[in-house]
Structure formats: C-alpha cells, structure tokens
RNA sequence: GCGCUCGUAGCUCAAUUGGCAGAGCAAGCGACUCUUAAUCGCUAGGUUGUAGGUUCGAUUCCUACCGGGCGCACCA
C-alpha cells in the first residue's frame, strides 16, 4: 500500500499538475456564495428559469456524458444537482471540467432550473475550482427507493470511521447530523442555566491533587515548577470553591479524564456537566435534574426530527431509597453487615474479586447487582450510604446515610448528585478516611485536600451540586450503544 | 489485563478440503448534449496487517506481534 505507487493517487496529482498548466489556481482564498444550496429551490419557485446563484460546496457524485456533464455539489445544508454543458462553458472551462474528480471543491454560478425529471439544478456558467482533491473519499453511490435513499458500498469499517472522523463525516451526512444534536443538546444545557443565574465557569484541568471522584487519575510532570500535576477526575471541588467565593451558583461543561479501561462506554476523556447551587439541597437538584433533562432531550429532539426517537421524560421520576430497595432485594439489614458477610452476599451475587474489595466498594457491587441493573425508566436512588459518598451531607435523622441521588435509566447511571457536605470537622474525617482506604491500596481513593478544608473552613454556604455525563447522556437520548459514536475524536490506540 | 473474533485492490466484499488471488464501485483511455447506483467498450490496479513456522504448495493451518470489533475484568 505504499502511496507513492498508488496509482489512484498518482492519478489526481497527474490532474493538478494539468490544472496548474492550464493556469487554474488550484487551491482558492475564498468564493463569495450568495445562496447555500438548500435555499436552491426557494429561489427558484415555481419559475421556469430562475436567479443566477452562486454556491460553493464538495463534489458528491459524477455523471459525464461527453459533451455535459451531471454532478451533484453538497454543502452543509444539502446537496444540489449542477449541469455542465460546453457551449455554455467554452472549450477553455469544459477542459478544467475534464480534470474535476469527485471530492474536489468548487464553487459555481449559473441560473437555477429544472431538469425534465424536475429536479432543480445550476446550469453552470461559471466554475471555480477552490481545493483539489488529491485522496479519494469513501463515497457510496446513493439510490433512492420509494423515497429512501439507500447507500451502495460506501464506507463502513469502524476503525477507520473512528480514525479519520473527517472523511466518516465529509461522507455521512447523518453523522453530521448526529454531532450537530449533540451541540445543540449542549447548548440547550447551557440556556437552561444560564436562564436560571447561573454563571459558567472554567476551572484547571491540571491539579496538583485530584479529586472529587473515584477513578486512577492522568500523572503529568510540569517541568518549570518540577512538580506532580494531574488531569483532573471531576471539576467539583473547585466548583465549590467559588461558591464559597461567593457566586451563588456556577457551572462548568468541561473534559474529565480517567485513567480506567476503554469500552463501549468509557472513553478517557469525556465530557461532564457540573451545576452547583447555593441555598439548595438535594431535593431542589432533583428538580433541576427532571427540567434540564426535559430541555436537553427536546433540543435534540427538534435537532433530529423524527429519525431518531428520543425518550420523553415523564416527570416527577420515580425515587427508590437506597437502604430499604437493597434491603428488600437481600432480605436482611445490609448496613448491619460486617464485611466478610458482605463479601459473601457478594460473592452470590456473582461479584468477581471480591477478595480485596473494601466495605464501601461491596456495598456498591451489591447495590449495582441486585437494584441498578434492573433499571429501566428513568428513576431517582436515593440516600447512599456515607461510606460511598465522601463529598455528601448527613441525611437529616440518620447519620449513616448521606442526602444524596443517582439518577438511573436503562441500568445505567445518567446524574450523580447531593446536598454538599460543607462542615468542614466533617469533611476533614471524610477525607481521612478516605486516606486510610489509600493506605491500605485503594488506588482510587482521594487525600486529604487541605486547601479544599481552608475554603470550608471560611464558610461554605449550604448548597446542592450535581454531575451529568454529557456523552452518556447523549447515547441515552439518542440510543447510540458505542461512546466513540458519540465523541468526534475517540481515543484509540496509535495506527 | 483476559477470552472470542476479524484484518484480501482507494472503498465494499468473494475465493469449495491447503491448489493459477476475483467482482462491483472508484481510477485511466474511448463513445455519448436531460443524467441521477447514468450507460457501453477497453485498460490498469495486490508484499492477502507484520514477522516466523508447517507443507511440494498457505489468503486458508500453527506461533508471536500490530490494529479493530464483541464480551469479561476494571470504571464508588
């Protein structure tokens, strides 16, 4: 596959040499449009001929016949039918028609009219060339049948979709049209808050301790100040900071990064919402969590039209407390446990390694095997146990459960959120409780942040805080089974 | 990290038990002034992922490695 003897490539550098010969700039500055090719029959109308129109746009497909020449140009917003003829063009354009290839883009100008099938086309008049194409891109050749379009060959190898996501999408208008609901998804987010006070803030990626999660972080070196720095696992403690600083409300829509395996639903990097919000508690997150939901799966709803159906949220979502659905499912008093008795109802419900697993670990393993696992509907867990949630309040009346919820649909956690712990005595045992847990070889646990209890320590106001993974969510939505489908650039590894 | 599986032309795919590596599209040349998976004729296109091994002979069987997919583990 050595590319200096593809001939295919040798081809349309054979052309560009020939373009350039005949004096043709091959590669433009600019084109001025005055429609993009949507507008197309509007402009037209019911007209026989209509406006001149200039547009500007990759060429998709090529059907020569001699004298003319068919082709179809697709920009952003659609595709258009041009017709080429060498009286209208001269001997002098219809040479550079010559060494057109599909994929080149072009711009052209000519007067709008309909085909005797009907199809509205330019009548090309004038042609520029505005990048050559020297590497061919995957195009199938497209039918349509009873008004579907149907896609012959094309480009299909997932690999290679995933490591040249430019040619996936130059090729794939639908998975254009997938990333573009994922912005606007996105941007109904950021409306939602916005809309309601709340300031979007960025916050450092590289941290000198992590935390705020549970996960192996990313180790980075900065060598000017020869010091440890970490990708960041979550955005929360920084987040809490400011309120501390006195914005009321913040949040951040940012890239975390965790040093886990890849699989169809993790990828290193990913995107993660985070809100906080002084004065509230967690009931008052669980409502934030149903609207902006309801907002984010209408924008990609009207994003998407009808070919993808996206679940409609039903509001207020069902709530199922944390002790008493796992005490049911077990038939005994989970908490009341002592861990060997935990390994062993964990070890029956089909846990693997289970041996070096801590208490707050089992009991997770538990709850995932025997409740969220059967999730389907869009449910609230609440009240987790504090071992489990270091970052979370006290539930008011029992101290061994702390005022937090998940957010769960189709087995799979979509929301994880809590009335912020913000006694600092308390979160300084936390923390150290979460360093015993290191020491004894919890990888993932985090330290004790004293700059983290300093902010405290100063007052933290009361406040509920909320984290949504924004790929999951969007594969929930969209009901999309891989992340790399969801992420433009997907870690993989080096070709 | 483990298991299964896949890797053949630019793209999508064939190749019987281990027996001459093929097709469609794309490409090149030629014909064609309303085609639209345009059509017709001709031509070219390959280190079968990489490196070894078994064999008279390997795309096919074996080993290792590289990359992907699926599953498991991991991911509070």
Known sequence: MSEE????????????????????????????????????????????????????????????HGKTAFAHLADESGRIQLYFRRDVLGEDGFALIDLLDIGDVVGVSGPLFRTRTGEVTVRVEELE???????????????????????????????????????????????????????????????????????????????????????????????????????????????????????????EIGHDFRNEGLDRTHNPEFTMLEFYEAYADYTVMMDRVESLLQAAAQAVRDSLGDTVEVPVFTTPFPRLEWQPTLNAALGLDVLAQDESSLRNLARTAGVASVEAMSRPKLLDE?????????????????????????????KRGNPALTERFELFARGRELANAFSELNDPIDQRQRFEAQARLRAAGDEEASGVDED????????????????????????????????????????????
Do not use: C
Not at 16 to 31: D, K, N, R, T
Not at 228 to 242: S, V
Not at 463 to 492: A, E, H, K, S
């Open 129 to 251: 060339l505005l990048a050559k194409s020297l590497r061919p891109l995957p195009f199938g050749k497209e039918e349509v049948v009873d008004g579907v379009t149907v896609r012959h060959s094309g480009f299909s190898d997932p690999e290679q979709r995933y490591r040249q996501r430019y040619a996936d999408l130059a090729v794939h208008p639908e998975v254009r049209a997938l990333f573009r609901a994922r912005s606007r998804m996105t941007t109904a987010i950021r409306t939602f808050l916005d809309d309601r006070g709340y300031l979007e803030v960025e916050t450092p990626v590289l941290q000198p301790l992590y935390g705020g999660a549970a996960a192996r972080p990313f180790v980075t070196h900065h060598h000017a100040l020869d010091m440890t720095l970490y990708l960041r696992i979550a955005d929360e403690l920084y987040l809490k900071r400011l309120v501390v600083g006195g914005f009321e409300r913040v949040y």
């Open 5 to 64: 003897l593809n001939f295919v490539l040798k081809a349309r550098r054979e052309k560009l040499a020939a373009i350039e010969a005949l004096g043709v700039p091959p590669y433009a500055y600019s084109f001025d449009r005055t429609h993009v090719v949507a507008q197309a029959p509007e402009a037209l109308a019911d007209a026989e001929e209509g406006p001149s129109i200039s547009v500007a746009g990759r060429l998709v497909s090529w059907r020569g």
């Open 366 to 394: 538990l709850f995932q095997a025997h409740v969220e696992s059967t999730i389907v509907e869009p449910t609230f867990v609440l009240d987790y146990p504090v071992e489990l949630s270091p970052l979370a309040k006290p």
């Open 452 to 495: 983290y209890l300093r902010a405290m320590e100063y007052g933290m106001p009361p406040m509920g805080g909320v984290g949504i993974g924004l790929d999951r969510l969007f594969m929930y939505l969209t009901d999309v089974q891989n992340i790399r489908d969801v992420i433009l650039f997907p870690t993989l590894r080096p070709e």
